[in-house]
Nanobody, 122 residues
Framework: QVQLVESGGGLVQAGGSLRLSCAVSGRTFSNYAMGWFRQAPGKEREFVAAIRKSSGLTTYTDSVKGRFTISRDNAKNTVYLQMNSLEPDDTAVYYC???????????????WGQGTQVSVSS
C-alpha cells in the first residue's frame, strides 16, 4: 500500500506563492508517476499537474501553466507543487496522487492523500 501526506497549504494574498509537498511511503516512490489535483467547494476534483516517474516530463492544466511547477525528489520520496502568482480561483483543497502510468485522468490514480487547503484572498 502507498501512503501520501500533503503539507504546505495555507492562506495567502493574491499574487503570493506557496509550495506544497507530498511525502510518499510504503512502496518504491520512483516507480510511480505523481499528480496534483484540486477541488473547490461545489466543484469536481480537477487535474492540476503531473510528473513522470523518472522526472523530466511534466504536464499542466492550462489555467496554471507558467505559474505552477511540479517537481520530485526521488531521494526524499517527495513531490512538490510550487505555486506562484496565486489567484482567488486557485482556492481549493489540493490533493497529491500516485499512479503506475503518467496520466491526467483522475480515475487512473489509485492512491491519494488527504488533501491540504489553499486559500487565496483578493
Amino acid at each position: 500500500q502507498v501512503q501520501l501526506v500533503e503539507s504546505g497549504g495555507g492562506l495567502v494574498q493574491a499574487g503570493g506563492s506557496l509550495r506544497l509537498s507530498c511525502a510518499v511511503s510504503g512502496r518504491t516512490f520512483s516507480n510511480y508517476a505523481m499528480g496534483w489535483f484540486r477541488q473547490a467547494p461545489g466543484k469536481e476534483r480537477e487535474f492540476v499537474a503531473a510528473i513522470r516517474k523518472s522526472s523530466g516530463l511534466t504536464t499542466y492544466t492550462d489555467s496554471v501553466k507558467g505559474r505552477f511547477t511540479i517537481s520530485r525528489d526521488n531521494a526524499k520520496n517527495t513531490v512538490y507543487l510550487q505555486m506562484n502568482s496565486l489567484e482567488p480561483d486557485d482556492t481549493a483543497v489540493y490533493y497529491c496522487a500516485a499512479s503506475n502510468v503518467f496520466t491526467r485522468r483522475r480515475d487512473e490514480y489509485p492512491y491519494w492523500g488527504q488533501g491540504t487547503q489553499v486559500s487565496v484572498s483578493s
